[in-house]
């Protein structure tokens, strides 16, 4: 167990370090920085100025060794946007980002799971069909225009909601349905054809034999085991859910990591957008390598 | 079964037959066809131009909502026909799907044909590039990479392309581990074929299946990505008549005139439904003993 985790660690490490170069390059995608940040109209003394002051007339690896470094101890410099620490400015927005995404999976799991449980009892049965049917049909719909529709019909026609905004718990109903559905469907298809797995296997059919209270099969014998690969691919939805919550806080105005990784992307605010998409890729490999750790604990056949 | 021993079909017949019996697949079918006819023939059928504004018709609400038949599905806030933006939405939409999910589907069968084939080094260098991509959250690298490339359709298009071709490498190096261990690639590899051939006569047809449903589920993605890239202002610009786009650009007027988002959603979903309904009737008519 021990080498297989160190082997994911040892990948993680890699990605890590590659997603690092990635972020750092985004400075150099768009041409020259130092032009980029004198803008229009500046003469060339102002921008040779600005290349030296930002060091940007320093041989490439050297500038992205010391942009690690200083990003290693949390400084990802100053927003030329908004003009406060990067540091400072995620750390604050990321409490909502990260509320979000512990809703919206748990929206996610509170759903998905009975309902897989449901359909894997009766294999094919009408309950079945409509579950893998509402998966499909959640599947097919975007999810800003997703959230769009429950404002109109949550916010404006009924007036139970909030449209936008994280003043109350109210805010983050809404935030939390969009963002979780999408991951609704993954998680109940795992959970179907886990249970549907568990339940035709012998020992499930000894505790039958043993007379075994049919409910008390379902929940100890069955969900238990079924259940393990479900919990891996939450963490790995977890993950995704940081990209997703881009949108999701985005049509909802909620103030979070998401809503700031589009304000800075559209107000070209690299250092904010290099910080953010390091930080968003670290956190799914984190997740990742626990959903790696946690499946290994709990299965001893994958450890191999 | 009795049916099938006395009378034996061949393969491929098989197959057709369970595809005419799969009411998914010819219902999906028959929408995306519609769809993709409605795209070709958009100059033919579009009833005005799609970006010929006009203050004094702007607004008008769809034929149900009291609307006129001049205008059946109503006008925008700038006076644009509905109707006609959405058959010309079409085009953007189905032609952002092609050759985005084209696109990566080279990158992904390359890369997961080679790994799944060749295992040892090649997979583990594999491995670790589908880790790295999918440690990146899409949306956030596609919005970056349009915002400081420009939003163009092309630009739009290619962008996706490089960043969507995760599944069919994590599917296919599956799948082509599967079939290296069948005897007739050792039959193959025996007889003297090149790696080549293998790869392309032996592999490559025994893996189709699975590229084809995952070609209809990538292309079903790339058009929801690009609706959302456009809906946040960094995919295909104005005037372009993207679905996306057409939303992004009602959400302001939501409050009072929802019909505006209402249309280009039920458009968006109804391909991206059927593709998808598509997908899965393929991997049903193409494996059905996989379908649970």
Redesign the interface.
Known sequence: MLRYLLGRLGMAALVALTVSVISFGLIYMAGDPAVALAGENATPEIIAQIRAQHGYDRPIAVQYLDWLAHALRGDFGVSPYFKIEVATLIADRLRITMTLGVLGISFALLVGVPMGVLAAMRPNSMIDRAALFIAVVGQAIPSFWFGLILIVLFAVNLGWLPASGADSWKGFVLPTIVLGYYATPAIMRLTRTGMIEVLGSDYIRTARAKGVPPRKILFKHALRNAVIPVVSLAAVQMGFMLGGSIVTESVFALHGAGYLAWQSISRNDLPTMQALILIFSLFYIIFTFLADALNAWLDPRLRD | MTMTRTLPLSPRRQMAQRALRHRGLILSGAVLLAIVLIAILAPVIAPHDPYRQSLVTRLRPPVWLGGTWQYPLGTDALGRDMLSRLIYGARVSLMIGLISAGVSMVIGTVLGISAGYFGGRVDSFV??LI??R????????A???V???GGSLLIVTMVMGLLLWDRFAVVLRAATMQVRSMEYIAAADMLGATQPRILWKDVLPNVMSHLIVILTLEM?HAI?LE??LS????GVQPPTPSW?LM?SEG?EL??FD?WL??IP?VA??LL??SI??FG?GIRDVTAPEGR?
């Open positions: 491995q670790y880790n790295v999918l440690a990146m959250p899409v949306i956030l690298v919005l970056a990479a915002s400081l490339l079903a929801i609706a959302g809906f946040l202002g960094l996306g939303i959400k939501l409050l929802s988002i209402m959603g968006l979903f991206v439904f998808n309904m899965d649970n």
